[in-house]
């Protein structure tokens, strides 16, 4: 091209008609050279383009998977965290309900005795201890009431095992309010527990106050962030 250049600088040095003929061949090929330069530089910035686009929509393609497979874990394991946390409480209510029904043993006959500990979650032996007992209805409420409390124990144990396992999937917001959950249970067992081992009817009397209020407003804040979370007011039928 510098060898065009010069060539062209000399018949325009000349002067005359072959000056006039260089410029017009100088403006052809000038105007075509610019031309597929241009053509050339814009292809590259469209592959360019087109290469960081690309790219792009990886990253927001794996971006948006990470994210959707993080959602999906954590609509998979609300439910099962939310049906072992009610049993949870449910199991704690009842062994620390100061309501407590028991069936009268003292009287009634040795078969209907029978059959009442047959439906029990005693042991045999425990069953052998109350049908010997002189006092039935205080053996029967004190092995039924510790199997009671183990039963609790042993769902909070399952609850709070599922969070740790878990949590990693929830949301911080959530993940506070089941662990202030799981601190609750857990120390209205260890009250329960103790009050029923010192006899002691006010530690077992604020044990079941731990569950029907301090739990409360933790069950109420825990639903309205999973309804938030789900969109759940966008489910709702419309109003007529």
Known sequence: ??????????IIAIGGGAAAVAYLIFMFLGRKWIEAKFQERLERLKHEQEQQLEEFRYRANTLFSRVSKIHDKEIEILPEAWRLFQEAIGNLANVTSPLQSYPDLNFTTTEKVKEILEKSPLTEVEKKEILDAADKNDFYIKHVTWHEINKARAAIREFHNFMIFNRIFLTAELKEQFIK?????YDALMKREVGERSKDVAMMHDAYKDISQGLTVIVDEI???VQTRLNFNLAAPPDD
């Open 1 to 10: 091209m510098d060898s065009i250049f010069q060539f062209l600088g000399q």
């Open 181 to 185: 959950a799981d601190t609750i249970l």
């Open 223 to 225: 639903e309205r962030i």
